[in-house]
């Protein structure tokens, strides 16, 4: 049955707890290979009592032990990580979170539509004779509509405005009663000099565009960075199972060895004590394989993280095997190249750019606001009157003539332009002594040199960290070269020893010893080629852009 991380993590740890009491009290080796033995069985026997109640409560730990077997390639789980990957979900709604507040901050520039509707009722007493009477009861109506919008471009902005009114009165000087007054007025307002160029929300405006351009760049790293660290977690799954297969290979000779010490003890050809010996050795292998299997349920859950959707992914509960393996490719070898391409590619640095950018709006900004607000005014309206107009004979006197009308003589008025109002006029205002925006000028002028000076510092930087990533490359392969050839010669000395062994020039322990060395050749070959891929993997990252997880350097992990 196949032991969950957390079995052989607790495996693990009983064996190593073990290990201390071992050096400190030195027991006889058959001793202590049977007390290990009795630990790994007790371990075992554990994990088998516990599956069963995990698997009758239907947890998902026993799902996951339980689950199936899925086999994978590299372009499936690069697949299944862009698809599935919660981190990219996550970065993918910013630009769309930005997309809203540009959308909000354009909405300044849509017209607003305004609408005042009322009645006014009013009486006065009479206070003079050109009051109109003893008590003079005035009735108005207003219904006033009006439009304002600013416009995108020079930081202007216009108002029109459809007043009408009408009005109703017992005053004997009344000329119209009722009466009705319609104005229209175009009213245009444009900054000279301060805010021409850019205002306020134009900066806004502005600055925003360039966060949606940096939510995208955060996007494409968060990908690329993804992308690295599926690619290393995929390896790692490979090689890891590759320790495994190396870690029974390596308990399989052991185990040969104790079948045929113990031929030879039968036949009286070898001391019980060597039997023993390897039985020991045994054990230790058994532990190295728990281990190495613990290890393989880790990098298993650590690629899982990166392709699932969740815990109820159905790949959460199946056993990941890998099916592409490991190649040895060419190093990169042009490293000005590689460099060139981080310097216009990387999304660290693209976003750097994209500040600096921002700090020269916020510039043009504050230096626009130390210039004189110098405004242009200009309006022009047009009046209409009618109602029904009453003549009278002399100031005040009897009712003569009463002319028929009403608003639509106010508009036929409003629409001939025969009252017309027009205003032109220019205001100036400068505070004197100095103001609050050329402090905020020069604080920006500041913080635009900072901005450049980081952006400096920052391609140094990626191309120090290039060059740094391929001398790696270079540096893991030549690991792995080594790591091949002390591999063959552990399996040559192995040869060598099992042969003297056989006609008896050799004793037990360089057996035992020559099989540790290979296992530990074998072991050292695994984790130089896993450092070298992963390294080829972030070379490439590097490219696009910072971070990601670690790899192999010149000494191993």
Request: charged residues 20%; without cysteine; hydrophobic residues 40%.
């Amino acid at each position: 049955m196949k032991l969950n991380s957390l079995s052989l993590a607790l495996t693990g740890a009983a064996l190593l707890l073990g290990a201390p009491l071992t050096f400190a009290q030195q027991p006889p080796a058959a001793a202590e290979a049977a007390r290990q033995d009795a630990l790994v069985r007790e371990a075992l026997a554990r994990y088998d009592s516990g599956l069963e109640a995990l698997q009758a409560q239907g947890s998902p730990a026993a799902q996951l032990a339980i689950g199936g077997v899925r086999e994978l390639r590299m372009a499936e789980v690069v697949e299944l990580a862009l698809e599935k990957n919660l981190d990219i979900a996550v970065e993918r709604l910013s630009p769309q979170a930005v997309d809203y507040q540009i959308a909000g901050i354009r909405n300044a520039y849509r017209p607003v539509a305004s609408s005042t509707v009322g009645q006014r009722d009013q009486v006065n007493p009479a206070t003079n004779q050109l009051n109109g009477g003893n008590s003079v009861n005035n009735q108005t109506t207003t219904y006033n509509f009006g439009v304002t919008q600013a416009v995108p471009y020079f930081g202007g902005n216009f108002q029109l405005t459809w007043n009408n009114t009408r009005s109703a009165t017992n005053s004997t000087f009344s000329t119209y009663n009722p009466g009705f007054n319609s104005q229209l007025t175009a009213l245009y307002q444009q900054p000279l000099l301060r805010g021409l160029l850019i205002d306020n929300n134009r900066q806004q405006l502005a600055i925003t565009q360039i966060n949606r351009a940096i939510a995208d760049e955060t996007l494409r790293a968060t990908i690329a960075s993804t992308l690295a660290n599926v690619r290393n977690a995929y390896w790692d799954l490979v090689f890891t199972r590759s320790g495994v297969d190396v870690a029974r290979r390596s308990l399989a000779l052991a185990e040969k060895l104790i079948e045929d010490n113990q031929a030879r003890v039968e036949v009286g050809t070898m001391a019980p004590i060597d039997v023993v010996q390897a039985e020991a050795e045994a054990a230790n292998r058994r532990q190295a394989l728990a281990v190495a299997e613990a290890a393989l349920q880790t990098a298993e859950l650590s690629l899982k993280r990166f392709i699932v959707s969740g815990t109820d992914d159905p790949l959460w509960r199946q056993e990941l095997r890998p099916i592409d393996l490991p190649s040895i490719e060419p190093p990169p070898r042009d490293i000005e190249g590689a460099v060139r391409r981080a310097l216009g590619d990387r999304t660290d640095l693209a976003t750097a750019r994209k500040n600096l950018d921002s700090s020269d709006i916020t510039l043009r900004f504050f230096r626009s606001q130390t210039l004189p607000a110098l405004d242009l005014n200009a309006s022009y309206g047009a009046t209409g009157q009618g109602g029904v107009r009453t003549e009278r004979s002399g100031l005040g006197g009897t009712i003569s003539n009463v002319i028929p009308g009403g608003y639509s003589d106010a508009l036929r008025l409003l629409t001939q332009r025969d009252f017309p109002t027009w205003n032109l006029s220019v205001t100036l205002s400068y505070p004197i002594g100095g103001s609050n925006a050329d402090a905020q000028y020069a604080r920006a002028r500041v913080q635009r040199n900072q901005s450049t000076a980081r952006l400096r510092a920052l391609e140094l930087q990626v191309a120090t960290e290039v060059t740094n990533t391929a001398l790696t490359v270079q540096s893991n392969l030549r690991r792995v070269e080594a790591a091949q050839a002390a591999r063959a010669l552990a399996e040559r000395r192995l040869e060598a020893e099992q042969s003297k062994f056989e006609v008896g020039l050799q004793t037990n322990f360089f057996v035992v010893q020559a099989q540790r060395d290979l296992a530990d050749a074998q072991n050292a070959e695994l984790r130089a080629l896993a450092d070298y891929r992963k390294s080829l993997v972030n070379f490439e990252r590097v490219q696009e852009a910072p971070g990601g997880g670690g790899f192999g350097g010149g000494g191993g992990q």
